[in-house]
């Protein structure tokens, strides 16, 4: 099974920007779409973009439209999720995810 792998995550002031990367280790990624969730504690884990694997169609949650984009680089099989203009409402440990595979999250604090 392929194991996703992000990184990416860390510290910034409201009003940055900060880019995830979901690589998939020991395989390639399926013709699916990858997805991006979010979780902050005591909260169920959230939906925040998606892109289709083989033709590239994204989706993104109405919290994050016109600020996040996410892509995909398939020469690199890795999934981008660029965050702009982040809120401390963006706080939260960030998922990649495809079919019943998921990465181990890494965690975006965004200060006010």
């Known amino acids: 099974q392929v194991q996703l792998v992000e990184s990416g995550g860390g510290l910034v002031q409201a009003g940055g920007s900060l880019r995830l990367s979901c690589a998939a280790s020991g395989g390639t990624f399926s013709i699916y779409g990858v997805n991006w969730f979010r979780q902050v504690p005591g909260k169920e884990r959230g939906f925040v973009a998606s892109i289709s694997w083989s033709i590239g169609v994204t989706r993104y949650a109405d919290s994050v439209k016109g600020r996040f984009t996410i892509s995909k680089d398939s020469a690199k099989n890795t999934v981008y999720l660029q965050m702009n203009s982040l809120k401390p409402e963006d706080t939260a440990v960030y998922y990649c995810?495809?079919?019943?595979?998921w990465g181990q999250g890494t965690q975006v604090t965004v200060s006010s």
């Open positions: 995810s495809q079919g019943g595979s």
